[in-house]
């Protein structure tokens, strides 16, 4: 058994397809078939059932993964320690907290690791979670809440999850008899402002809808309708009078939370802890 087989049955079990992996790799795909089949001699036993539709995990294969990655996980920070390289480590985040929130947790992880280089994708919600599923990110920042990872309204998969800060929202409206608290403007469906506002307002009346908060927020401000924003767009705004919080029914915050694969929690704790105090 080596480590490019291993390497190889980790991407076709992630990918699900001998081309998804050998992409994944830079090899060509017979390279990738070649290194399944030798470790499926090697070990005796068949690891993946192969289908018209791709590549899928045999019973001995679901067993073998988790214990894999983390062979791979040891054998790549052996090689960092022998050979003095810095530890690399790829977070993913919506593009709104790249934006505002990231910066704090980055200057947390500096002071903390500083021999940590870090490296930041900007991802939708999905996308991001696959990545992590899949190891192309070591962990993603997403805002969700409630006690399960997903209880907002998504797909959260078998991830583990930390909370590390909180978002206030606030349901904002421009001060005054002008203002157009009959229309709701939000954003697109799948989006965590979205969900928020379909949970504490419902999904009846009358909505605009738009791509960015940042629109949105322009438009309250001209009296257009009402939004459910988060602080870091508003705060300004309500503390000069510009616009005012409307009462909502419920608590209105979110989690900001660092998810990340749970069977590379010991290679990454360290960081993770960082990231998180």
């Known amino acids: 058994m080596e480590l490019r087989q291993l390497r190889a049955f980790v991407a076709v079990a992630s990918a699900g397809t001998v081309t998804g992996a050998a992409q994944r790799l830079e090899l060509s795909p017979a390279t990738v078939s070649e290194h399944v089949r030798s470790l499926e001699t090697s070990l005796g036993v068949v690891l993946f059932d192969r289908k018209p539709t791709g590549m899928e995990l045999a019973e001995r294969g679901r067993l073998l993964l988790p214990e894999a990655r983390r062979l791979l996980d040891q054998a790549e920070s052996i090689r960092r320690l022998v050979s003095d390289e810095r530890t690399r480590f790829t977070v993913g985040a919506l593009e709104t907290l790249v934006a505002t929130r990231l910066p704090a947790v980055v200057a947390r992880l500096g002071d903390r690791r500083p021999d940590v280089d870090l490296a930041v994708r900007s991802l939708m919600r999905q996308p991001m979670l696959r990545a992590v599923s899949d190891g192309s990110l070591d962990a993603g920042l997403l805002l969700d809440?409630?006690?399960?990872?997903?209880?907002?309204?998504?797909?959260?998969g078998d991830l583990s999850f930390a909370d590390i800060d909180t978002v206030r929202l606030y349901l904002v409206a421009r001060p005054g008899e002008t203002a157009r608290e009959d229309v709701l403007l939000v954003t697109p469906p799948g989006c965590s402002f979205r969900m928020a506002a379909d949970r504490l307002l419902g999904t009846t009346g009358r909505r605009l809808e738009f791509d960015s908060v940042s629109t949105i927020r322009a438009w309250v401000t001209q009296g257009l309708g009402v939004a459910l924003l988060p602080d870091f767009v508003v705060s300004g705004d309500l503390a000069d009078?510009?616009?005012?919080?409307?009462?909502?029914?419920?608590?209105?915050?979110?989690?900001?939370?660092?998810?990340?694969?749970?069977d590379r929690e010991d290679t990454l704790r360290e960081v993770l802890y960082a990231m998180a105090a």
């Open 145 to 156: 809440t409630g006690p399960v990872l997903g209880t907002l309204g998504f797909d959260g």
């Open 241 to 262: 009078g510009t616009l005012v919080a409307l009462p909502v029914p419920d608590s209105a915050e979110l989690a900001l939370r660092v998810v990340w694969r749970t």
